[in-house]
């Protein structure tokens, strides 16, 4: 059973630029959430997705957005990037809002 | 809205001592916990969860972790370190008025010394 994947791996982009992110749900699952992790800090909530819909936002900016497909894959996107957005962006999928199941991460440097 | 606070950002153990890593938290409503690991330059694991069912509960590698209410705490404890269990833990909450959105810790990163 594949768990949850993400692509790319890593990124390098520079200020202003435009980022997509892709994330793959584990097998079953309809929810995926999204999450920025800065260097030395705890996960940070950006939104989530369920039935093609975004559910709940945290504290991020209109900059970022995203989608999900029938297929529950989900895209974060990022526009306008800045400096402060360079992280580890990690994608979690879950049967409806249960426990979330993480993928490895996308590394995001923006420089 | 609901808050986790770990304390000690980095805990050293010898190989073979016991694991106690703190969580405390802050919810005004019931919780579900949760303990994640992380490696370096990995995702997350999920090391155990409680969801409102038994207090004490066991997770994967040996790990578990007890529910108190009264303390608002969900400490993570393992018998004996093993040289593997050098890694990041993140304790995180969440509640089901918000669709289980989960708020982390800053994280402890635990040093296991031979």
């Known amino acids: 059973d594949a768990g949850v994947t993400q692509s790319p791996t890593h990124l390098i982009k520079t200020r202003g630029q435009q980022v997509t992110l892709r994330c793959s749900p584990k097998?079953?699952?309809?929810?995926v959430s999204w999450y920025q992790q800065a260097l030395g800090q705890g996960p940070q909530f950006i939104f989530q997705y369920y039935e093609e819909e975004e559910r709940q936002r945290g504290n991020f900016p209109d900059r970022f957005s995203g989608h999900q497909f029938p297929n529950y894959s989900s895209e974060l996107n990022v526009n306008a990037l800045l400096l402060g957005d360079s992280a580890l962006y990690l994608c979690?999928?879950?049967?409806?809002?249960?426990?979330?199941?993480f993928g490895p991460g996308t590394r995001l440097t923006v420089l | 809205a609901q808050s986790v606070t770990q304390l000690g950002s980095h805990v050293s153990v010898s190989e073979g001592a016991l694991v106690l890593l703190r969580c405390n938290y802050s919810?005004?409503?019931?919780?579900?916990l949760f303990w994640y690991v992380q490696y370096p330059n990995q995702g997350l694991q999920l090391l155990l969860k409680?969801?409102?069912?038994?207090?004490l509960v066991k997770g994967i590698n040996g790990f578990e972790a007890e529910f108190k209410k009264s303390e608002t705490s969900f400490h993570l404890t393992k018998p004996s370190a093993h040289m593997s269990d050098a890694a990041e833990y993140f304790c995180a909450v969440s509640t089901s008025t918000g669709r289980r959105a989960l708020t982390f810790g800053s994280g402890t990163r635990l040093q296991v010394q031979p």
């Open positions: 097998s079953g699952h309809d929810t």
């Open positions: 919810s005004s409503v019931p919780p579900y």
């Open positions: 979690a999928s879950s049967l409806t809002p249960d426990t979330q199941y």
């Open positions: 409680y969801t409102s069912a038994a207090t």
